[in-house]
């Protein structure tokens, strides 16, 4: 069964950074492309950045030069440094690998940008 458990999350201000971190069970990760996705109030989930097997990074433009995600297979975890946070950047981060639509969630980790 596959299993997220994500962590790393917290209340920071404006400008500040944290470093999430997911570990992934169930699954041989290192064929997997993995992602975070982010669940702001009032909005659907989005895919915020997602990396390959390979190493390939893609990032929706709203975090482009502040977020990295990165992965470390033979820990089986993938991580996503935030760095000069925003308000806009407050809500619930999940991990997860593709395929995206299928219906294994971790619990998420809650991310709160206020001064």
């Known amino acids: 069964q596959v299993q997220f458990v994500e962590s790393g999350g917290g209340l920071v201000q404006p400008g500040g950074s944290l470093r999430l971190s997911c570990k992934v069970f169930?699954?041989?990760?290192?064929?997997?492309?993995m992602g975070w996705f982010r669940q702001s109030p009032g909005t659907q989930r989005e895919l915020v950045a997602n990396i390959t097997a390979t190493g390939t990074t893609t990032y929706i433009e709203s975090v482009k030069g502040r977020f990295t995600i990165s992965r470390d297979n033979a820990k089986a975890e993938v991580y996503l440094q935030m760095n000069n946070l925003q308000s806009e950047d407050t809500g619930v981060y999940y991990c997860?690998?593709?395929?995206?639509?299928?219906?294994?969630w971790g619990q998420g980790t809650q991310v709160t940008v206020a001064s």
């Open positions: 169930g699954i041989i990760m290192n064929i997997q492309r």
């Open positions: 997860k690998a593709e395929p995206w639509q299928s219906a294994d």
